[in-house]
């Protein structure tokens, strides 16, 4: 794969990333010179309509909302080629944030109150687009070289229903809404 040029103008420069279903490549864009991410579903080798469903939501919403907001990274691009979808992404060119954590066992007061600044105003403005993140974690979270963090990865990203965030104090709504497990969980991972 390394050094393909893909829909004749993505060069695949290295892997970054292998998932269940898909593959993430750091790629130069060959008309702008600039670095890309492109992530790959491979069609052929996908053995559910789901992973597919959810790579579709991904491109659908980075599309929507990632030129609108500094901590989402802006979707440039999406095609298929042989039998495989790809969506190109903007690199955000930094750290993750496990790479933050991986010394130090506890993090004190400050250092919890100062993250919270950062990823709850980007978790605030998929929420106002009534969009869950799903996989919130330090390796889903890059911190720019500026100190800006971004969320990465909409591979679990749902749309919510407006009333969720009024419907999550019910216990029995609760657990009817798969949904609604999904805010939760974006939830406790923040409290984590
Ligand atoms: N926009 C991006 N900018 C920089 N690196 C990225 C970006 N998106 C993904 N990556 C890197 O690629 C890896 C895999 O991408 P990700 O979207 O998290 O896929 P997966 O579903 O395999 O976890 C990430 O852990 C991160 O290191
Ligand atoms: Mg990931």
Redesign the pocket.
């Known amino acids: 794969m390394i050094n393909t040029l893909l829909n004749e103008r993505y060069r695949i420069l290295k892997t ?5 279903f ?3 490549f ?1 790629a130069q864009d060959v008309f702008s010179s600039a670095l890309r ?1 492109v ?1 790959c579903l491979k069609l052929s080798s996908t053995p559910s309509e789901t992973a597919q469903e959810l790579f579709e939501t991904e491109i659908q919403i980075l599309y929507q909302l990632g030129h609108l907001s500094q901590q989402i ?1 802006a979707l440039f691009d999406h095609f298929v080629e042989e039998r495989s979808l790809y969506l190109v ?6 750290h ?1 944030l496990a790479q933050e954590t991986e010394h130090t066992q506890t993090w004190n007061q400050t250092k919890i109150i100062e993250l919270l600044r950062q990823v709850l105003p980007a978790l605030q403005f998929l929420h106002s687009h009534q969009v869950i993140h799903g996989d919130i974690k330090p ?2 979270m ?1 911190r720019r070289k500026d100190g800006q963090l ?1 969320l ?4 679990a990203v749902k749309f919510a229903s407006s009333s969720s965030s009024v419907l999550l104090f019910c216990p029995i709504c609760r657990r009817r809404n798969r949904r609604l497990h999904a805010q939760r969980t974006t939830i406790r991972a923040i409290a984590l």
Do not use: A, M
Request: proline share 4%.
């Open positions: 970054i990333g292998k998932g269940g898909s593959e993430t750091l991410v992530k990274p992404q903007e690199f955000i060119d930094g993750d390796r889903n890059i971004v990465i990865d909409f591979g």
